[in-house]
């Protein structure tokens, strides 16, 4: 499962291989205006969505309007979380489920799972 798509609280990940995977309006920009979570099938991709809580920054914060695409997200030219300066990490589309985990925890956020 890679990481495809992000909204405030919610990640999700996808089976299918980044370039395949597409929701509503993905090759809109700004992003946060236009796109939709990703499309998903039953059998032939799944969708899993993790909540999370932290501090973190979307490729559209600081913006009126990002410069962004979901396609340009997941393409690279962004990383879809990051941290402010004074301690800057990042994540990038594609990563796992665990990679996702771990960012969030060591960026003092939390994971919060379906029970």
Not at 57 to 82: F, H, M, Q, T
Request: glycine share 8%; charged share 25%.
């Amino acid at each position: 499962m890679k990481l495809c798509y992000v909204t405030e609280c919610l990640a999700y990940f996808t089976s299918l291989p980044l370039e395949n995977q597409w929701g509503d309006d993905w090759d809109d920009v700004p992003y946060e205006y236009n796109a939709g979570p990703p499309y998903h099938d039953e059998g032939s991709n799944t969708i899993k969505i993790m909540a999370y809580m932290g501090d973190f920054l979307l490729p559209c914060s600081g913006y009126i309007n990002s410069p962004y695409s979901v396609e340009d997200i997941n393409k690279g030219k962004v990383p879809w979380l990051r941290t402010f300066l004074d301690n800057f990490d990042f994540l990038l589309a594609g990563a796992t489920v665990d990679e996702f985990i771990d960012f969030v925890k060591r960026n003092g956020g939390r994971i919060f799972k379906e029970i």
